[in-house]
């Protein structure tokens, strides 16, 4: 009996490479990452891992539409491949595409404060930046007025509570964030102005990014001031405004929880009629 062997075509080697570079660019992402979190090496070092798996995905892509090419015309197989290729890449270089767009859109400044004239000054976290690092001074008029531009609403916060009380609800805000404290001065009228400064994180890769809050007393209660700025790059793609929006709106509610009272749950009223006829006594007198 004659056996007929079924013809298969064979793969694209195209395709083949075009997954297993993107399935090679997903773990250096992660070890991008763990570079960055760990705090054992550089950004540089971070940043360059990073890319490399960024170009990886890249040519995943390229790799991919040219094996959707290749398997059209000669009938191959291997389009399974091919897509997990890009749906990988794609997922990659998702995130940072976004960036950039939004990158391209908003101003080249990565200090961002709500006092430009007078802005809060990094004190104990200026000596922990490394020389490659961004300087702890603001940039000037020029950086205020791209600021002004992109972010208007970013101002200094008036709050009716004492000193003292905006104190404590910035410091809960900063520690229920899971910011690392570096210096903290609690404010004492007439002496000082309260200074605390932190070290806060991007979501994803985890950049390390400062932020001090001044606290100084004003007629009506107290004046709170904030800066956000970036450690590394000449762009924060709008991070170091985003995160400043939403501390100064975080202090103004835990200020006015503090300020206001806490009511006391009112006592039952005696009753001084005698208990009626059949009644058994309390048994709470007892």
């Known amino acids: 009996m004659q056996r007929h062997r079924l013809s298969q075509d064979p ?23 763990i570079i ?22 890249v040519v995943a892509v390229l790799l991919a539409l040219a094996a959707f090419v290749v398997i059209w015309r000669e009938g191959l197989q291997g389009l399974g491949q091919a897509v997990t290729a890009v749906m990988i890449s794609a997922m990659i270089l998702a995130y940072p595409t976004f960036l950039g767009i939004r990158g391209y859109r908003l101003p080249a400044i990565n200090d961002i404060t709500t006092d430009p ?4 000054r990094f004190e104990a976290i200026a000596r922990l930046r490394s020389r490659d690092a ?68 991007t979501p994803i890769m985890g950049f390390r990014d400062d932020v001090v809050v001044r606290v100084r007393q004003s007629e009506d209660g107290a004046r709170v001031d904030a800066r956000s700025a970036s450690r590394y790059g000449l762009r924060d793609f709008g991070t170091n405004a985003s995160r400043l929006r939403a501390l100064l709106e975080d202090i103004d509610d835990a200020a006015g929880e503090e300020k206001s009272p806490k009511k006391a749950a009112p ?20």
């Not at 960055?36 to 990886?56: D, H, K, N, Q, Y």
């Not at 531009?149 to 709050?159: G, K, Q």
């Not at 006829?277 to 007198?285: E, F, I, T, Y």
């Open 36 to 57: 960055v979190r760990s705090g054992f090496l550089e950004i540089v070092p971070a940043l360059a891992t990073f890319g490399g798996a960024l170009f990886l995905a």
């Open 11 to 33: 793969v694209s080697r195209l395709a083949l490479w075009a997954r297993r570079v993107a399935l090679f660019s997903i773990p250096v992402v992660l070890l991008s990452i």
């Open 134 to 201: 961004n300087p702890v001074t603001y940039a000037g008029l020029r950086a205020a007025e791209l600021q002004r531009s992109a972010w208007p609403d970013i101002e200094t916060l008036n709050v009716s509570a004492t000193p003292q009380e905006a104190y404590d609800a910035a410091s809960a805000v900063m520690t229920k964030r899971k910011w690392r404290i570096v210096d903290a001065r609690p404010p004492v009228v007439g002496r000082r102005e309260g200074h605390i400064e932190a070290v806060a994180r």
């Open 267 to 286: 006592k039952p009223a005696k009753s001084n009629q005698p208990p009626a006829k059949g009644a058994r006594p309390d048994s709470s007198r007892r």
């Open 117 to 120: 004239i007078d802005p809060p």
